[in-house]
């Protein structure tokens, strides 16, 4: 588990939410709340060879109950009930996962920065 106290206040996201990799800003500053539950999410890179998707499990989560409420974020196609959640400028990720049947969006806040 992360430490989350200095990212968090009063339940949600105390600064902007970016991508870590090219800077695009995802979330606006009180947008999501934290959730702390344990959830797979596919890694980053995965071998050409495998078969089915390497993940980890992270425990800190952004919970955005509207789709529209994202600054920048760009959706995969539709894996079960899931969608990945990547960053739209740059393509990368999964940075999170959007349940389909809830029509809620998890982000990861070990995937993501905060400034």
């Known amino acids: 588990m992360l430490d989350t106290s200095s990212v968090v206040s009063e339940g949600q996201n105390k600064s902007v939410v970016k991508c870590p990799h090219c800077d695009s800003q995802i979330l606006s500053p ?15 890179t995965q071998p050409k060879e495998q078969q089915s998707p390497i993940t980890e499990d992270l425990g800190e989560w952004w919970v955005v109950d509207d789709m529209f409420t994202f600054d920048n974020i760009g959706f995969s196609h539709t894996v079960g009930t ?19 049947t809830s029509k809620k969006s998890y982000v990861a806040l070990a995937r993501v920065k905060h400034v």
Do not use: F, I, M
């Open 30 to 44: 009180q947008s999501a709340t934290l959730l702390s539950q344990a959830h797979p999410l596919p890694t980053p």
């Open 82 to 100: 899931t969608k990945y959640l990547v960053c739209a400028d740059c393509e990368r990720g999964p940075l999170g996962w959007h349940d389909n």
